[in-house]
């Protein structure tokens, strides 16, 4: 194992150790809350922590998975491959219409059914949510005004959206709430706490699939009971998952699969589809990726050169009289734009004159 992986598995068992007490923090708070408002909140953290500790537990098994394959000799060529670069990723206007019955919205009849509701969105392992909204049949469209945004995000990303429920209507275990929690009892050692934190979260389950690819004989034994879960509880209603071809300058309408039927407590009736705008940007747009000395064919004299530095940046090659110009901000000498491949070249760099 080489310098860089074991700074990457220090980093994630960093991660997971904090996941586990916002869990447990999380898991306290629920038990405590009075406020339905407050246990609502507290049981989407917990949500979304069993989401996060999943997620990083199962990238910490593929990691560890791969060094085994590597030290077993089972490597990848040893030829150089050219990857693209990471980007950022935003999603904002997460609006999801609702198709209440005729005698519901219009004539106002039958019980007012309200539930909570809030998005949960998975990159990688990164995972984000969104605010609680309250939605009743006064509503025509579930809206989040959240702008998610995820970073160094790879060209061949799966983007999860899942759309979680819960009634406001008081729950029979809501009397449960002062039961003294058992994750209180965990032991001290951090392996006990995670494997404990992993059976909590594979229990009460987020329904996301994160951390996924773990083998029934790979997982740890329970080494204490999963906490009982307290409170208002969470259910999927419905998830869409979105990829580099839905990105789009522009609001777009995609299809959502759902998972609820009429008959659920949590249920709303979504239309089947969900309206957002999805933005990329890659690195590679707002900083250099290649910069170095350029020889560039003179616009006066056409048999001379200009020896000058130059700076990629996106789809423009920006070039200075020196490397010091460059970095005090000093306004190039010559903007080129690589927008096609000319017929014939005018600007010319060996293959060692830039790096």
Same mark, same amino acid.
């Given at each position: 194992?080489?310098?860089? !992986?074991?700074?990457?598995?220090?980093?994630?068992?960093?991660?997971?150790?904090?996941?586990?007490?916002?869990?447990?923090?999380?898991?306290?708070?629920?038990?405590?809350? %009075?406020?339905?408002d407050?246990?609502?909140?507290?049981?989407?953290?917990?949500?979304?922590?069993?989401?996060?500790?999943?997620?990083?537990?199962?990238q910490?098994?593929?990691?560890?998975?791969?060094? *085994?394959?590597?030290?077993?000799g089972?490597?990848?060529?040893?030829?150089?491959?050219?990857?693209?670069?990471?980007?950022?990723?935003?999603?904002?206007?997460?609006r999801?219409?609702?198709?209440?019955? !005729?005698?519901?919205?219009?004539?106002?009849?039958?019980?007012?059914?309200?539930?909570?509701?809030?998005?949960?969105?998975?990159?990688?392992?990164?995972?984000? $949510?969104?605010?609680?909204? =309250?939605?009743?049949?006064? @509503?025509? !469209?579930?809206?989040? +005004?959240?702008?998610?945004?995820?970073?160094?995000?790879?060209?061949?990303?799966?983007?999860? *959206? +899942?759309?979680? %429920?819960?009634?406001?209507?008081? $729950?029979?275990?809501?009397?449960?709430?002062?039961?003294?929690?058992?994750?209180?009892?965990?032991?001290?050692?951090?392996?006990?706490?995670?494997?404990?934190?992993?059976?909590?979260?594979?229990?009460?389950?987020?329904?996301?699939?994160?951390?996924?690819?773990?083998?029934?004989? $790979?997982?740890?034994?329970?080494?204490?009971?999963?906490? =009982?879960? @307290? #409170?208002?509880?969470?259910?999927?209603?419905g998830?869409?998952?979105?990829?580099?071809?839905?990105?789009?300058?522009?609001?777009?309408?995609?299809d959502? %699969?759902?998972t609820?039927? +009429?008959? %659920?407590?949590?249920? @709303?009736?979504? /239309? #089947?589809?969900?309206?957002?705008?999805? *933005?990329?940007? &890659?690195?590679?747009?707002?900083? &250099? *990726? =290649?910069? #170095?000395? @350029?020889? =560039?064919?003179?616009?006066?004299?056409a048999?001379?050169?200009?020896d000058?530095?130059?700076?990629?940046?996106?789809?423009?090659?920006?070039? /200075?009289q020196?490397?010091?110009?460059?970095?005090?901000?000093?306004?190039?000498?010559?903007?080129?734009?690589?927008?096609?491949? &000319?017929?014939?070249?005018?600007? /010319?760099?060996?293959?060692?004159?830039?790096?």
């Amino acid at each position: 194992m080489d310098i860089c !992986d074991i700074n990457a598995d220090g980093e994630l068992q960093r991660q997971i150790e904090m996941e586990v007490r916002m869990q447990e923090g999380a898991s306290r708070l629920l038990a405590a809350c %009075s406020q339905r408002d407050q246990a609502l909140e507290a049981s989407k953290s917990l949500l979304t922590c069993n989401a996060r500790l999943l997620a990083l537990l199962g990238q910490l098994q593929r990691m560890r998975e791969s060094q *085994v394959l590597q030290r077993m000799g089972h490597r990848s060529s040893d030829a150089k491959e050219t990857l693209p670069c990471t980007g950022k990723l935003a999603i904002s206007g997460l609006r999801i219409p609702l198709m209440w019955k !005729d005698s519901e919205y219009f004539k106002n009849k039958g019980e007012l059914h309200q539930c909570a509701v809030f998005c949960l969105l998975q990159c990688g392992k990164d995972i984000r $949510d969104t605010n609680l909204a =309250v939605v009743d049949r006064t @509503l025509t !469209d579930i809206c989040f +005004e959240d702008t998610v945004l995820f970073t160094e995000v790879e060209p061949g990303f799966q983007l999860r *959206v +899942e759309l979680y %429920s819960s009634p406001m209507a008081d $729950d029979a275990s809501s009397g449960a709430r002062r039961l003294s929690l058992l994750g209180s009892t965990l032991g001290g050692q951090s392996g006990r706490r995670i494997r404990a934190a992993f059976d909590a979260a594979t229990a009460c389950g987020s329904g996301s699939g994160v951390g996924g690819g773990e083998r029934a004989e $790979d997982q740890p034994p329970a080494l204490a009971p999963a906490p =009982v879960t @307290l #409170g208002p509880r969470f259910h999927l209603l419905g998830h869409t998952t979105l990829t580099m071809d839905h990105v789009q300058d522009s609001f777009k309408t995609h299809d959502l %699969s759902l998972t609820a039927t +009429e008959d %659920s407590p949590f249920w @709303l009736p979504l /239309y #089947g589809s969900m309206c957002c705008r999805l *933005v990329a940007q &890659p690195a590679c747009m707002t900083r &250099p *990726v =290649v910069t #170095g000395r @350029l020889r =560039v064919k003179s616009t006066a004299d056409a048999d001379g050169w200009e020896d000058m530095y130059g700076v990629l940046r996106g789809p423009t090659l920006l070039c /200075y009289q020196c490397e010091k110009d460059m970095q005090s901000d000093e306004l190039p000498l010559l903007v080129i734009p690589v927008n096609k491949i &000319p017929s014939d070249g005018w600007c /010319y760099a060996s293959s060692s004159s830039m790096t």
